[in-house]
């Protein structure tokens, strides 16, 4: 990627996997969980119409999606260690993209539970871009007790809208002291 990727800290196995999606196969259109790699995936509610394609290119992974269908959610998503999550007072969520036009996510970090169940933590902002390239990072409080009570935990773009286009130069979570 174009970007420097942190590679440090207890999430940079994870950056690192981010970052090596620029070497992967191109995934067609489709909706439902679709991996990317281990502990990385597209997800959009199954069966529901949604057309989520991914490409490699040269700085790094492009996302489009044609029709948002049905689903309630379209998604870029990875696993993060729960061990870092103790240490940080909130989780950074780094994005360099790049579009042609509006797009708008919101970053989410999900405990997993050990019960099975999930808990979601979102921040304040969405991170929007009316086109262009943007570098923006998401701030998401991390909470010691849900950290106690997880199993494993996660990082989400949910997309709003019902199409768009963006080429990501890097997404990376960051442990924030």
Same mark, same amino acid.
């Given at each position: 990627m174009s970007a420097e990727v942190t590679l440090e800290g207890p999430f940079g196995g994870v950056n690192a996997k981010v970052a090596a999606l620029r070497n *992967?196969? !191109?995934l067609p259109a489709g909706d439902g969980h679709r991996d990317l790699a281990e502990?990385?995936? #597209? $997800?959009?509610? !199954? @069966? *529901? @119409?949604? !057309?989520l394609a991914f490409d490699p290119v040269d700085r790094g992974f &492009?996302? &489009?999606?044609?029709? !948002? @269908? *049905? $689903?309630k959610w379209v998604a870029f998503g990875f696993g993060?260690?729960?061990?870092? #999550? &103790?240490?940080? *007072?909130f989780l950074g969520v780094r994005v360099r993209a790049w579009s042609a036009d509006f797009y708008s996510c919101r970053p989410n970090l999900r405990y997993l539970r050990r019960d099975g169940g999930f808990v979601d933590r979102f921040p304040n902002d969405y991170l929007l871009s009316s086109g262009g390239l943007h570098d923006q990072m998401a701030f998401i409080e991390v909470d010691e007790h849900l950290v106690g009570d997880a199993r494993a935990a996660e990082v989400n773009l949910f997309f709003q809208g019902n199409a768009f286009d963006i080429e990501f130069e890097l997404i990376e979570a960051l442990q924030i002291l």
């Open positions: *992967r196969t !191109a502990g990385v995936w #597209l $997800s959009s509610e !199954a @069966g *529901r @119409g949604s !057309a &492009r996302l &489009r999606l044609r029709d !948002a @269908g *049905r $689903s993060i260690p729960v061990e870092g #999550l &103790r240490h940080c *007072r």
